[in-house]
């Protein structure tokens, strides 16, 4: 940062260090970037900027090998998480759904929505499952192997999808919503509302 | 600072919809978001720069400062964005019904070791077993498992598993040239080929699946095959004995639970004698209760682990073990005129050289008299056992006679010994092998198909690997290419026994059923389908072994005849065997029924004449950890401690102190030791409690072909087995030990062998306890000036009864495989770098020549004033709201503070980077739940902290409230004794908290400290007749 | 008023005092100094080296273990923080006392000082498993919750003790230079000696305005660092007596550890100043025996407290009661570890008794030998603190020994090149004794000064 001003403006470089406000600012640029390196540039302000999630991958959006719509789905058809995401409320971890549960209707549904026209997505669906085959989703929301974080328990509190996921039924493709840092967590946990754990071996062991 | 300014502003800019997919949301986008907004404030207030906001009004600068600044890191936190591990979720194309991705299923089944029969739970994590539980359904083991049994999943994943048959092209003289891969098709056809020309023996250890007896014995009816079944811990002198006294061939079932006063002559049956956990539970069974507890005598010429549990231990050497025994009967049957024999002449005849040998013993008169009046006074309600290969020695049979003959003399044969109750897997006999031989050297033995025993590794010294040189052909069934594939002519590996279905039996009618818990991993094949197919392609053999497709139709279809007609009970098969594989295991009622006595055959007595012996005597034993050499690739095994002299990836000869300093050996000198015309090298182990006379070696080591990690471990005693015409002789024999210039390292988990008159263990005698429940337990005033933590919820604790845990260390390696706990090796356990999150201390009590034994488990003590918490810089190590001592790896930077600072050292610390050692596929056998922790960070024992948490969020779903027990942690889950209890300490009706509360005998490690732990030890009791002078402090050998 | 001997020998005129000064500098390296440097420097990048290996393989390469979590890596750090107390004792307290004397050996005191500090510091921060994430012992706002760090713990309360010790020293070292900076400046022949000495003396011009500024500096610093002097060791001994281990727990350790750096300091500062007069022979005049001589009697007496303290300590764990500290003392003197106990006491107490012999106390050869058993002592001392309490503690089943394995050598052995190569090259580089101070106490101790 430093470095950069050296080389655009010089001359500048001289009036800062003089003046006794600019040293300051200097002074506090080095350390802003000291912490910025050090939190994973993280931090409130950056937050407002939009400019938080470096390292957290917020709003990381993959192309997936199927332009699955969960507009469309949870949307505008109106189906449950849980039909597809069954294993939610008793497991920690959420399930991707198996293909025979797509298929449940897709084995009518073949068509673009609204239209007489095959769907080319539906097709790689249908395909997959007659080769028995399975679709390689790309993972959207990853927490570190040291954090353990459990679905069902969430569930079980009552706290619904999308606090943590987002308005998933607004999502023509699913994106990560939360930054789903630790300290994303612990605020959660710490309203007294939840009456939530605040343990460390509640997510590490 | 430029480019990053018009970044933010494009993104401004442009629509929503397309900035949908940017790695961040820009400041207006949030703008309208409510939720966001209070996030953002919550998350403001925690904040430590939250003082720019609060007097923002006032300052502005600094924030707006800030601002611009952070702006200028922007161009680092875009370049940060893209980079991200892709990883990909492939969910199943048909979902299976009982698999729920992240939660772990448990498949009834079971395994035996040997003789012994153990109910399995097996945990299996989306189709893979990580973990193996008692099955509280098993009438014998009741949900205990042996440390070996637990670490047998391992073998499942032992890299170095044959991956499917294999071929040895040999040369003339029979050795192993070459291997290459056959196909199943090429060996089943040279198979037939070959056994159509007769001639045929079936080899085997000792079968506990009925079934797979079945085929066999089908098997050998079709091809008129001969049926040889061998191991080298075979209780063929038990049955012997039997035979001679009460005229029917069994090994009969102890009832050590019933038994008041129990003397056992070198049986080992705590340790590794026919069921040590059926044995030891039963034992635990009659000493819970310190005011009934039984008493246990043992005349010990190693010293074994029921040597160390023993109220009064005696060393002896083999030679006295007659002396011991006939001694007895001739003060009870003699002196004392007791019992039904009293009269008879031609016993006081055979029992008149025995009269006075308590003299030459290593016990005091009044010692002795109180034990013989014990026996009679508890007549029908005590139990002597001998046996073992310490009892294998040239006058095993006249040992076994003389057992037998007190058993029946007080009583106790029908009642403690129930011949009515079969060991029905225990065939194995030294004589039948001898045999074999002899046929194979005649050359009448064409081809030989082995299964389930290794006798080139563990028959040595018998010539069976020359023998077996003149068979035409030979199948081998194992795993892996070992000493005996060596000389195989065909490898046709079996499954693992967690990859096929299958039955056992132990004792006569406790069968349990056996089902595979994962696909078979390699091309491998059950050796039971294997006789079956050549049955068929040869077309002989009885219908029910030709026509099945699978050895799964031949078990039902064997169930179906021969054990649903017996254990149904009306219901129909497929309930019958539903039920049974949904239990485990059937018939478990015969286990009570009372049984009658049978009359001893006095005459046999006659044959007992009294033991010339003189010099050193050779003692050969196994170890609990390593029984007769199988399994002995599995690295936790090599790495669990041997119970009573805490050595690890050795065996050695043990010698007492005297012979020690008589002949300048010191820890680590390699002796050599010669039996006849055999020599084996061996470092010395110096021994407390030893008899002088007596060099202790144990067997099932120095492997040359068991795999990677055993070999060269250790050498092969089993080279010290004299094989004779009447069978072997394993202990007992002269042996000559020479001190060689040679030198080693034993490498031993622990140092120092003395409490140094600490209060560590605290130890009281029967007496004592009874005047006084407190006895040896006074408490220490305490006063400190803090109150302590409150605990609203739940406040976990444990309890150890010091007095049933017998040091089996069943819970080391269940912690172990719990907690993917890393293997560091000898070299590293020589430098204290040992893994294991709960250990067991073993102290040296009373003098060093007759020094006592007690055990102590000690994990993480979960301490309220936990000195390792205050001095983490990082705060890597924390209390919970529940009392547990949060170890948080992730935060961890490893400056090894706590370590240095918590009194009882259960601190671990990864010195290396051991989760990268870890070979595929043993991978597979870690634990999802638990964290595998990178180099450079402590760990230690989290009270199963996964499991707590399992068990609350079942609770939670199921909304009810957690019940005492719900929670099992590792190492209380696989105790056979019951020592370790966990639970709530805040429920006051938890039996935690009854025994904190309550016991007198429970008592905190190191209370005067005040580090407040959470666990509780408990008194042990010894039962050894003595007033006071046995002090809970230590003293003697160090 | 007894009559006292000079401070400087030799009758000199400012200009010459001057001109011996800086003569190391401005003349071409010695043999024998090139022949020290280059070795120092090999030792240097063998240290180097062996720090990588370990830090890239990790702890278990050194001796470290259970139950002995500490080892060389804290041992060799406590003993060059103890080294590092001598120069700010001397230049800060004996300045506030007016001291005349140390103005000659002030300088390399405290250079001595900087030096060992910086080759301290870095054994905290390598000692640790994960040593990337050393930062997270510094307190800064982060994304965990935030998450801050354990203010109770003695470690951390460590990492800001050195660090502002490092500081301060080097700050007042530094402000001590700037006038002999400008000396060297004016007296250079080449442009580049010029610029440098030049950006080095921060524009001095040596005008009373100058002076009056630096006097003032030189004072604050003098009196900010001296509690620091009696602070750092303070703390460092916190590591040990904080905790609960019998040994470790102990009351006396504040002092006991100050006296004994300083004791340790005074040993080295001897050591090094005997070779810096053989290198030097000009130095002789400056740095004269008297000198030696009272730095001696300070050992001597330093000496003689850490002596008190080890008998103290016994006395102590036996009057305590407490069966563990009991254990552990005996276990000091006559367990598996005793050979360091006895050297520790014959190297720190026995061996300075000499030097209650004038003949001894300004006999060169002697001191510099005995010099050397203090530091050998002295790093002993660490030794048995910290392997013989830890091996052996509460439960005997713990009960081990070190591990020692070659790194843990060429670790300690190799904190001596760095030392050593910082230090030769100050000798080179930068006056090693203050012209501005010596040349006022030049006429101290000549009768009739005046005319």
Not at chain 2, 63 to 77: H, Q
Request: proline share 4%; glycine share 8%.
């Amino acid at each position: 940062m430093q470095g950069k001003m050296q080389t655009e403006r010089p001359s500048k470089l001289g009036k800062i260090l003089s003046s006794s406000k600019g040293a300051g600012t200097v002074f506090v640029t080095l350390v802003c970037l000291a912490m910025v390196t050090l939190t994973g540039c993280r931090s409130e302000f950056m937050e407002k900027l939009g400019w938080g999630s470096f390292g957290y991958n917020q709003g990381y959006a993959p192309t997936q090998p199927i332009a699955f719509d969960h507009s469309l789905h949870v949307g505008q058809n109106q189906i449950q998480c849980q039909y597809c995401h069954n294993q939610v409320e008793r497991s920690k971890s959420s399930n991707i759904p198996a293909l025979s549960t797509c298929m449940n209707c897709h084995l009518v549904i073949r068509n673009k929505p609204g239209t007489n026209e095959p769907s080319p997505e539906i097709a790689k669906l249908v395909d997959a499952y007659t080769e028995g085959k399975s679709i390689e989703w790309v993972k959207v929301h990853m927490l570190p192997d040291h954090a353990h974080f459990n679905h069902s328990a969430h569930l079980a509190k009552g706290v619904n999808c999308q606090t943590c996921h987002g308005p998933v039924e607004t999502m023509k493709k699913v994106y990560q919503y939360s930054n789903l840092s630790m300290g994303w967590c612990v605020n959660c946990h710490r309203q007294p509302e939840n009456k939530a754990p605040l343990n460390c071996s509640t997510c590490h062991h | 600072m430029s480019e990053t300014h018009n970044e933010n502003t494009s993104a401004a800019n442009t629509p929503a919809s397309v900035r949908d997919t940017k790695y961040w949301m820009s400041l207006e986008q949030w703008g309208g978001d409510p939720e966001f907004q209070k996030l953002a404030e919550t998350e403001f207030m925690s904040s430590p720069l939250r003082e720019g906001a609060e007097n923002e009004g006032q300052d502005g600068w600094a924030r707006r400062e800030f601002l611009k600044l952070m702006g200028a890191s922007l161009a680092m936190a875009t370049a940060g964005c893209i980079r991200r591990p892709v990883q990909k979720i492939v969910p199943y194309n048909k979902q299976p019904e009982e698999v729920t991705h992240g939660v772990s299923n448990f498949y009834t089944s079971t395994w035996s070791d040997g003789v012994e029969t153990f109910g399995l739970l097996v945990k299996s994590r989306e189709g893979r077993p990580t973990k193996v539980e008692g099955n509280p359904n098993h009438a014998l083991s009741k949900g205990g498992l042996s440390a070996r049994a637990q670490a047998h999943i391992l073998s499942l994943y032992d890299p170095e598993r044959l991956q499917g048959p294999k071929r040895n092209l040999q040369n003339k003289e029979r050795t192993n040239r070459d291997t290459i891969s056959a196909k199943w098709e090429d060996i089943d056809a040279a198979a037939v080929k070959q056994l159509k020309k007769g001639g045929v023996v079936v080899l085997t250890g000792n079968l506990t699946s009925p079934a797979t007896r079945a085929v066999v014995s089908d098997f050998c009816q079709g091809f008129k095959a001969q049926h040889v079944v061998w191991e080298p811990l075979a209780h063929d002198e038990i049955r012997e004995g039997q035979k001679a006294a009460f005229g029917d061939d069994v090994v009969p079932y102890y009832r050590f639970d019933e038994a008041k006063v129990i003397v056992s002559v070198d049986a080992d049956f705590l340790g590794t004698w026919i069921a040590p956990t059926t044995f030891t539970k039963q034992f635990a069974e009659g000493r819970k209760n310190p005011k009934t507890m039984s008493k246990l005598v043992v005349f010990d010429s190693a010293y074994s682990l029921t040597g160390a549990n023993a109220d009064i231990r005696v060393r002896i050497k083999p030679s006295q073990q007659l002396d011991v025994l006939m001694g007895l009967a001739h003060d009870i049957v003699v002196t004392k005129a007791f019992g039904k024999y009293a009269g008879n002449s031609s016993v006081k005849a055979a029992l008149e050289p025995f009269a006075n040998v308590a003299g030459k013993l290593a016990i005091s008169k009044e010692a002795w008299q109180k034990l013989v009046e014990d026996l009679i006074h508890h007549k029908g309600k005590s139990l002597v056992v001998a046996g073992g290969l310490q009892t294998k020695t040239e006058w095993a049979h006249e040992v076994q006679l003389a057992a037998n003959f007190l058993n029946a003399a007080l009583g106790n044969d029908g009642n403690t010994v129930d011949a009515k109750i079969p060991l029905t897997s225990a065939k194995a006999s030294n004589k039948e092998l001898m045999g074999l031989i002899e046929d194979l050297n005649a050359g009448k033995v064409k081809t030989v198909i082995i299964h389930k025993t290794n006798p080139i590794y563990s028959a040595a010294n018998s010539g069976f690997a020359s023998a077996l040189k003149k068979a035409e052909m030979v199948f081998y069934t194992g795993d892996r290419i070992d000493e005996t594939g060596k000389q195989a002519d065909y490898m046709i590996p079996d499954n693992h026994s967690m990859e096929a279905w299958g039955d056992s039996e132990s004792y006569k009618d406790v069968i349990s059923l056996q089902q595979p818990t994962i696909r078979p991993m390699y091309d491998t094949r059950s050796v039971q389908l294997s006789l079956m197919t050549w049955a068929f392609m040869a077309e002989t053999g009885p219908k029910r072994l030709t026509t099945p497709e699978t050895f799964y139709d031949y078990l039902r279809n064997f169930w179906r005849d021969e054990l649903h007609p017996k254990f149904g009970k009306g219901k129909s098969f497929e309930d019958f065997w539903e039920d049974a594989l949904q239990s485990g295991a059937i018939g478990v009622a015969s286990l009570d029924k009372p049984s009658s006595e049978r009359t001893f055959k006095v005459e046999a007595l006659s044959a007992v004449k009294p033991v010339k012996a003189s010099g050193m005597e050779l003692v050969l034993h196994p170890t609990s950890m390593f029984m007769d050499g199988t399994l002995s690739n599995v690295s936790w095994l090599n790495e669990l401690p041997e119970p009573v002299t805490k050595v690890v990836w050795d065996n050695y000869a043990s010698v007492s102190i005297k012979t020690a300093e008589s002949m300048k050996i010191a820890q680590g000198d390699v002796l050599e030791v010669k039996v006849g015309e055999s020599t084996l090298q061996v470092p010395a182990l110096i021994q407390p409690g030893m008899h002088d006379d007596v060099v202790a070696i144990a067997v099932g080591y120095g492997r040359t072909a068991g795999g990677k990690v055993t070999n060269g471990v250790g050498s092969n005693a089993y080279q010290l087995v004299q094989f004779g015409k009447a069978g072997a002789v394993y202990s007992g024999a002269k042996a000559s030990v020479t001190k060689t210039s040679l030198k080693t390292k034993l490498a031993t988990t622990q140092t120092h062998h003395t409490m140094e008159g600490r209060k560590i263990v605290a130890e009281a005698t029967l007496n004592e306890y009874v005047k006084d429940e407190a006895a040896n337990n006074h408490k220490h005033k305490i006063w400190s000036i803090w109150s302590g933590h409150q605990y609203n919820g739940n406040k976990w604790g444990m309890a150890i009864d010091l007095n049933t845990c017998t040091g089996c260390s069943a819970c080391m390696v269940a912690c172990q495989s719990e907690n993917n706990i890393t293997v560091v090796g000898k070299k590293y356990v020589l430098e204290g770098r040992e893994m294991h999150w709960i250990r067991i201390d073993r102290y040296y009590v009373g003098t060093p020549e007759d020094a006592h034994t007690v055990f102590q488990p000690v994990m993480c003590q979960h301490c309220d004033n936990a000195p390792c918490e205050t001095v983490c810089p990082v705060l890597a190590t924390v209390h919970s709201s529940e009392g547990l001592n949060d170890m948080v790896y992730n935060r961890c930077v490893g400056t090894r503070y706590c370590s240095n600072n918590c009194p009882y050292k259960v601190r671990r610390f990864n010195w290396f980077n051991y989760a990268k050692l870890i070979e595929k596929p043993m991978h597979l056998a870690l634990n999802p739940e638990v964290t595998v922790r990178p180099r450079g960070v402590m760990e230690k024992c989290t009270f199963c902290t996964h499991r707590i948490k399992e068990a609350r969020v079942k609770s939670r779903v199921e909304n009810r409230e957690l019940k005492d027990g719900d929670i099992k942690v590792a190492c209380e889950q696989s105790c056979p004794t019951g020592a370790i209890t966990f639970g709530d300490m805040n429920d006051p009706n938890s039996r935690v908290a009854k025994i904190f509360n309550e016991d007198k005998r429970a008592y905190a490690l190191l209370e005067e400290f005040h580090a407040a732990p959470s666990v509780r030890y408990m008194t042990k009791i010894r039962n050894n007749d003595k007033g006071g002078e046995t002090s809970s402090h230590g003293g003697g050998h160090s | 008023m007894i009559k006292r001997n000079q401070l400087v020998l030799g009758n000199k005129s400012l200009k010459q005092i001057t001109e011996d000064i800086v003569a190391p500098l401005e003349r071409l390296p010695s043999k024998g100094w090139l022949g020290m440097f280059l070795s120092a420097k090999a030792l240097f990048l063998f240290y180097i080296i062996a720090i990588a290996i370990v830090v890239s393989t990790g702890m278990g390469l050194l001796g470290v273990n259970h139950p002995v979590g500490w080892g060389t890596m804290i041992i060799t750090f406590v003993f060059w923080i103890g080294i590092g107390h001598a120069g700010t004792l001397i230049s800060a307290v004996l300045f506030l006392f007016r001291q005349k004397w140390r103005t000659s050996v002030a300088r390399t005191a405290e250079a001595m000082t900087v030096f060992a500090v910086m080759t301290a510091g870095l054994f905290p921060l390598m000692h640790t498993g994960r040593p990337w994430l050393d930062f997270w012992l510094f307190p800064y706002p982060n994304q965990r919750g935030p998450l801050w760090v354990n203010f109770r713990s003695p470690l951390l309360w460590d990492v800001f003790a050195v660090s502002t010790y490092a500081t301060v020293s080097m700050v007042f070292w530094y402000i001590g230079l700037v006038p002999d900076f400008a000396t060297i400046r004016d007296r250079a022949k080449n442009n580049i000696r010029r610029i440098v000495y030049g950006a080095l003396s921060l524009g001095w011009r040596g005008t009373a305005k100058n002076w009056s500024h630096y006097e003032m500096l030189y004072l604050l610093l003098a009196g900010l660092s001296t509690p620091l002097v009696l602070s750092v060791h303070t703390i460092v001994s916190f590591d040990f007596a904080v905790s609960n281990l019998p040994g470790w727990h102990t009351t006396i350790f504040p002092p006991y550890f100050v006296a004994g750096a300083i004791f340790s300091g005074f040993g080295m500062v001897v050591t090094l100043m005997t070779l810096v007069r053989i290198g030097f022979p000009e130095f002789k005049d400056y740095v004269t025996i008297d000198h030696m001589e009272v730095m001696n009697k300070i050992i001597m007496t330093t000496g003689l407290m850490v002596g008190y303290a080890y008998g103290s300590e016994f006395f102590i764990a036996w009057y305590s009661g407490n069966a563990y500290e009991r254990y552990a003392f005996i276990n000091r003197a006559m367990g598996p570890y005793a050979w360091s106990y006895w050297i520790m006491i014959s190297c720190n107490v026995i061996i300075p008794q000499l030097f209650w012999f004038r003949k001894f106390r300004r006999s060169i050869p002697v001191m510099f030998v005995v010099s050397i058993f203090v530091n050998i002592g002295m790093w002993f001392e660490r030794f048995v603190i910290t392997v013989t309490s830890l091996h052996r503690d509460f439960m005997p089943s713990n009960w081990g020994m070190y591990a020692w394995s070659r790194y843990d050598t060429a670790i300690l052995v190799g904190s001596f090149g760095m030392f050593l190569t910082l230090f030769l090259l100050y000798l080179r580089l930068f006056p090693a004794i203050s012209i501005a101070e010596v040349k006022p106490v030049k006429n101290v101790g000549y009768e009739g000064g005046h005319h």
